[in-house]
């Protein structure tokens, strides 16, 4: 990223971040809570701000996804762009903005990236004006400021376009895991159940995981066998125009 050093805010442009995480019980999305102006506003809302002139749309999203949640080097993919004339509207998100732009009353179109990550790996520090980072299950957000509960259903409605065709889920999951997880990831993305049985005939067939042949340790049931992704045969997969990831 390379920013002049007067560079200047961009108050038209601005970007949001939805970032997926996993927990081993569902699928999670990392929110920020905005230091309130009254007590009747909405406070959760996407990790997100205004560009500068001088920044390329990719460094933009970086460079505020890191101030305000302090994550860094993470993979961001673009869903696309928000532009409704209505989407900075509602009283009590232009009550917050009027404390925190110099130009609140802008038409804003904000460009909207989403990742996926391990959430293990991943402590959020909230800062500006972010006044908490936190993770919450997607399946608990039913409203968020502005049109940021419009983005997510996006990002959720893409992630579940692409794991038709990749097995993106296995970035959201630590580096040997048991089939249960994997499983259970997939559910929680696709928000429905999955048959057990076909899930892991499927999986095994496709051979894109790999048996470790050692079982958990210090676990209160019978331990499961442990796997890890297997990359070299995936990317033989794809070479060979397989692209039928899905369930």
């Known amino acids: 990223m390379s920013l002049n050093k007067n560079h200047q805010i961009n108050p038209k442009i601005s970007t949001d971040c939805v970032i997926f995480g996993f927990d081993n019980e569902g ?22 701000d205004l560009i500068y002139d001088d920044e390329d749309l990719d460094d933009a999203a970086q460079r505020v996804l890191k101030e305000l949640t302090g994550l860094s080097d993470i993979f961001l993919e673009q869903i696309g762009a928000f532009g409704s004339p209505d989407r900075l509207s509602k009283p009590e998100d232009k009550k917050w903005l009027e404390s925190v732009r110099q130009y609140p009353d802008e038409r804003v179109i904000t460009i909207a990236y989403y990742s996926l990550v391990n959430k293990n790996l991943y402590k959020p520090q909230a800062s500006s004006f972010a006044q908490s980072a936190v993770w919450v299950p997607v399946s608990e957000v039913t409203t ?16 579940r376009s692409k794991i038709k065709t990749q097995p993106v889920g296995f970035n959201l999951l630590p580096a040997q895991f048991v089939l249960s997880d994997l499983h259970k990831l997939y559910e929680s993305i696709l928000g429905r159940p999955l048959d057990k049985r076909n899930f892991r005939r499927k999986i095994n067939k496709l051979g894109i995981v790999e048996s470790l042949n050692k079982k958990q340790t210090g676990v209160p049931h019978k331990p499961s066998l442990i796997y890890k992704f297997n990359e070299e045969n995936y990317q033989r997969l794809v070479e060979e125009g397989y692209d039928n990831f899905g369930f």
């Open 27 to 48: 699928l999670q999305v990392l929110l920020i809570e905005r230091k309130p102006v009254s007590d009747r506003e909405e406070n959760n809302a996407l990790p997100g």
């Open 144 to 159: 968020l400021a502005f049109d940021h509960f419009e983005i997510l259903k996006a990002a959720l409605k893409q992630l």
